[in-house]
Antibody, heavy 118, light 108 residues
């Protein structure tokens, strides 16, 4: 079964760092782009960026450039999304997604809820 | 940047009704448009890709059409399990993948 399994919910304080993960299985992890999508509470979907695990080529939405870092470790089929200094406005559900060859997001992780509160 | 709009923002319909959602792009995006369904508390799911192609395993009551700037998503006969928010998404301006604001569908 093709799936993406994300790490569990996180509760952090403003200013703390965080790295969440997304492990792919059931397919060739290095052959598909992996993206990240943010959904703030009660709001819509926002695309954050993508990475090609085969060569770590990474692209960011202008809205998220410099705010987060996307990385991948192809040896363990895992992609990451990290923050160096969290803000309360980073509170959201974060989904990792697999990009099909036709650029649709065909596989979604279950989501990781990140709560940032003092 | 390409902006996406959807209408209506929400709708309420009866079981068996035909439901139509429209999505408009701020510029020509050819057929580079996908549709997703997000049920409450769940991750989104791909329903339609490249404007009109049904993803494998998706019921045939769902369909999509359009090209250029105007697109339509249709549920031919609304079922109780179709309660969800539906999002369009463009991918013409790679690597930007812009979502529409969503349309919430309820049962009347």
């Amino acid at each position: 079964e093709v799936q993406l399994v994300q790490s569990g919910a996180e509760v952090k304080k403003p200013g703390e760092s965080l790295k969440i993960s997304c492990k792919g299985s059931g397919y060739s992890f290095t052959s598909y782009w992996i993206g990240w999508v943010r959904q703030m509470p009660g709001k819509g979907l926002e695309w954050m960026g993508i990475i090609y695990p085969g060569d770590s080529d990474t692209r960011y939405s202008p809205s998220f450039q410099g705010q987060v870092t996307i990385s991948a470790d192809k040896s363990i089929s895992t992609a990451y999304l990290q923050w160096s200094s969290l803000k309360a406005s980073d509170t959201a559900m974060y989904y990792c997604v697999r990009h099909s060859p036709g650029y649709a997001f065909d596989i979604w992780g279950q989501g990781t809820m990140v709560t940032v509160s003092s | 940047d390409i902006q996406m709009t959807q209408s209506p923002s929400s709708l309420s319909a009866s079981v068996g009704d035909r439901v139509t959602i429209t999505c408009q792009a701020s510029q020509d995006i050819s057929n580079y448009l996908n549709w997703y369904q997000q049920k409450p508390g769940k991750a989104p799911k791909l329903l339609i890709y490249d404007a009109s192609n049904l993803e494998t395993g998706v019921p045939s009551r769902f369909s999509g059409s359009g090209s250029g700037t105007d697109f339509t998503f249709t549920i031919s006969s609304l079922q109780p399990e179709d309660i969800a928010t539906y999002y369009c998404q463009q991918y013409d301006n790679l690597p930007e993948f812009t979502f529409g604001p969503g349309t919430k569908v309820d049962i009347k």
